[in-house]
């Protein structure tokens, strides 16, 4: 079988496409401006990859450029099946309509089901998402509830949606910077990642005085950029001391250090599809709280992993997170079971033979 995987989620292909590779003959098309240092030093010399362009496209024009020099490589590797991520960029609908043409059945992967709060897209990326939902040949989602909610939302077929975990994403470019003499900072609480509306930041901020008055002496680190941080500064107010805020984008060697030295990492979303923070702090062996959102619950064992507590309530979320922090042998048990759930759940070569028997399933219905 000769597979074919293109899109935007870099870490996530050319993991999942090292562990198709012992299956099927795989080929991954990669836009290099999305590349950092630490995932090409990654890449295994088996992984057969392609990259088309030196910067990001600046116009109309650059795009055609890639969508042409995009559609020569995939011709002239002859796939069986394409297998695309996300599914609603000029590109990637391009690539789409041309494997329809061609008559070579496509797989997407929907990292959302739909655009976060917050969030809107353009009318032709609507437009190209609905098509390709409706004409792709088989649809991926990162679990069971978000399956139902594509089922049930875009009306299609519910044996041509799967659910298959989002994987180790994210886990590798960090783990490359980890280092031994780096320890925990005692009751260090770490949000990471975008900032934007949907990730319920606010209520972790309200959430602090609750913290503070039974954990003194702890920190919330908020590392990571997104919408304007002005609101969140005013939320914060006069109480900048026990924050540590770096907005901005994190690299993976800073980010590695700050999941090594932090005492639970907090999600706090009050709306989500999943997240691969969440891997990430259970590769550094990190307990997690998180809201009851999406499929979120689904990768979190409450109490044994984590805790999951409704969105929007601070209260809730003081009480967890005051829980972990005031309980070390808990602390370090959930870190532990975190890292088992990883491996095993999480797992590259579950994931890939899923992912397998899915093309599978699409090659005998073709």
């Known amino acids: 079988m000769r597979v074919v995987i293109f899109g935007g989620f870099i870490d996530y292909e050319l993991q999942l496409g090292k562990e198709l590779s012992k299956l099927a003959d795989v080929f991954i098309l990669l ?20 990259t088309f362009e030196d910067t990001k496209p600046k116009n109309y024009l650059d795009k055609i450029r890639n969508i042409f020099k995009t559609l020569r ?68 989602v990162h679990g069971k509830k978000l399956r139902e909610q594509m089922i049930i939302k875009y009306r299609l077929p519910a044996e041509k949606v799967y659910s298959v975990h989002i994987g180790e994403h994210e ?21 990471f990642g975008r900032i934007y509306e949907y990730k319920g930041l606010e209520y972790l901020i309200k959430s602090e005085p609750m913290i503070t008055e039974k954990v003194p002496g ?29 907005n901005h984008l994190i690299s993976y060697k800073d980010g590695a250090e700050l999941f090594q030295r932090s005492s639970v990492v907090v999600l706090p979303y009050v709306e989500a599809s999943q997240s691969g923070v969440i891997p990430t702090a259970y590769s550094f062996k990190k307990p997690v709280v998180v809201t009851n959102v999406g499929s979120i619950p689904e990768v979190v064992d409450d109490g ?14 003081a009480e967890a997170i005051i829980i972990i922090l005031n309980d070390d042998k808990l602390r370090k048990e959930m870190g532990e079971n975190a890292f088992i759930k990883l491996k095993e759940d999480f797992s590259w070569k579950n994931i890939g033979k899923q992912t397998f028997d899915i093309y599978k399933n699409v090659l005998v219905k073709k």
């Open 31 to 50: 836009p290099v401006y999305n590349l950092s240092q630490e995932i090409l030093k990654s890449i295994e010399p088996d992984v057969k990859y392609y």
């Open 73 to 140: 490589k995939l011709q002239q590797y002859k796939p069986d099946i394409v297998h695309l991520q996300i599914g609603g960029d000029v590109v990637d609908f391009m690539l789409f309509l041309y494997c329809r043409f061609l008559r070579i059945p496509t797989v997407i992967t929907y990292h959302d089901v739909s655009p976060h709060l917050g969030e809107k897209h353009p009318y032709i990326v609507t437009i190209a998402r609905f098509v390709m939902r409706k004409y792709s040949n088989a649809i991926i």
């Open 171 to 191: 886990v590798a470019p960090f783990k490359v910077f980890e280092r031994p003499e780096i320890t925990e900072d005692k009751n260090s609480i770490l949000f």
């Open 218 to 246: 702890c920190k919330i680190i908020i590392a990571g950029q997104g919408e304007n941080f002005e609101k969140y500064d005013n939320m914060i107010g006069t109480r900048k001391e026990h924050f540590i805020i770096y």
């Open 304 to 317: 044994k992993t984590g805790l999951i507590v409704p969105p929007r309530d601070s209260r809730a979320l």
